[in-house]
């Protein structure tokens, strides 16, 4: 475990780390009940789910000035309103309020991700700690718990809205932790000139590495569920174990990259991450039953648990001091076009295809990486 003054120096974006990842955990696993409840298919589900990243990335643009304007309340509000948005998509099963419902969690989701990533880059560079593997491994951690409770409740035949509801309550009462008296985050306002504002290719190329790890990571979590039940015959319990083994393999797999960092080249960690995962998600594609399938989603988890952190750390450590906030910034948002869009282009894929084509769909796509990594090495500030 790391030391306990690094877990005092990270705690407010460790909490909403955590936050975010019970609440996406909790979605993942109850995704099954909500197909039910709204009576569609794959397909349907996922165009759906199209209309949570436009306002996602909404707020991810109005993000700095949230950010600049407010302080060190910033992070904290954005954190809560996540909470009580993951209430919502439970509560109704009418295909108008439901899209509505989870364009609330995706525009909670994306206020939040940018304040978190700015927070723990900003305080990288104060501390001269690396902070940013801890803390996606206490998202990895929190979509864990919401996972497995989530399979619990179903098992024991909670409805979808009281499985919302309970885990909510749970990420509410995680986002108390979240309030620091020095979490202002210096340089999201953006510079008179435009000489100052420019950022260069460095957010873009990170932000496609991320981009590129966020759609696997986020698409099988939210996916796999459905592929042992549906695929592979398994139970509720053994469909969100899914979810819940890729969810703790990469927080274990996270917190060793917390020491692995500091030992191996940055560039080589993020060709070598894309491998593997790359390896996992075929193995996933081609189980025959689910304990094959988590065997993919380990080997998956342990090679994309290293992408994300890795990029927006060379993002934030590479940027100048001044552009840094703003930097971290545009390579969330670029980045989480696929945290957003990964769930309903698989969704897609799944209906048209199958889910086993979705799974290769997802190998090809991490394996992008192995193009993007050198390139990230070479980009100007």
Not at 129 to 153: E, K
Request: net charge positive; proline share 6%; glycine share 10%.
């Amino acid at each position: 475990m790391p030391p306990p003054n690094i877990l005092m120096i990270a705690r407010a974006p460790l909490a909403a780390f955590a936050v975010m990842g019970v609440a996406w955990g909790t979605f993942a696993a109850v995704l099954p009940d909500l197909k039910g409840m709204l009576g569609v298919d794959e397909a349907q589900l996922g165009l759906l789910l199209f209309l949570t990243p436009v306002t996602a990335v909404l707020a991810m643009l109005a993000a700095p000035a949230f950010g600049a304007a407010l302080g060190r309340l910033a992070l904290p509000l954005a954190t809560v309103m996540m909470a009580l948005s993951f209430a919502l998509p439970g509560m109704t099963a009418s295909l108008l309020l439901f899209p509505l419902a989870m364009m609330a969690c995706g525009a909670a989701t994306g206020l939040t991700d940018v304040l978190m990533n700015a927070r723990v880059a900003a305080l990288e560079n104060t501390h001269a700690r690396p902070l940013m593997n801890l803390c996606h491994a206490l998202y990895s951690l929190g979509y864990a718990v919401g996972a497995l409770t989530t399979g619990a409740m179903r098992n024991a035949g909670a409805a979808p809205g009281l499985v919302m509801g309970s885990l909510a309550l749970l990420a509410l009462l995680l986002s108390l932790f979240t309030w620091d008296k020095a979490g202002r985050i210096e340089g999201l306002s953006r510079p008179a000139t435009k000489a100052a504002a420019r950022l260069g290719t460095l957010p873009l190329i990170g932000g496609a590495i991320v981009l590129v790890a966020f759609m696997t990571e986020n698409a099988a979590e939210s996916w796999s569920a459905l592929h042992i039940e549906k695929t592979l015959g398994g139970s509720p319990a053994q469909g969100a174990l899914g979810p819940a083994t890729l969810a703790l393999t990469m927080a274990a797999a996270r917190l060793g990259g917390q020491a692995l960092i500091q030992r191996i080249a940055p560039i080589r960690l993020l060709r070598w991450g894309a491998g593997v995962a790359s390896i996992g998600a075929l193995i996933a594609a081609l189980a025959t039953s689910p304990a094959m399938a988590y065997a993919g989603f380990i080997v998956m988890g342990i090679g994309a648990s290293v992408i994300a952190p890795t990029a927006f750390s060379l993002v934030g450590s590479n940027a100048r001091p001044e552009a840094r906030a703003r930097a971290v910034a545009r390579a969330t948002l670029l980045g989480y076009f696929g945290y957003f869009f990964g769930p309903p282009v698989l969704g897609l894929i799944a209906g048209s295809f199958g889910l086993r084509a979705a799974f290769v769909a997802t190998a090809l796509g991490i394996s992008l990486v192995l193009i993007l990594a050198p390139m990230m090495a070479r980009a100007k500030r």
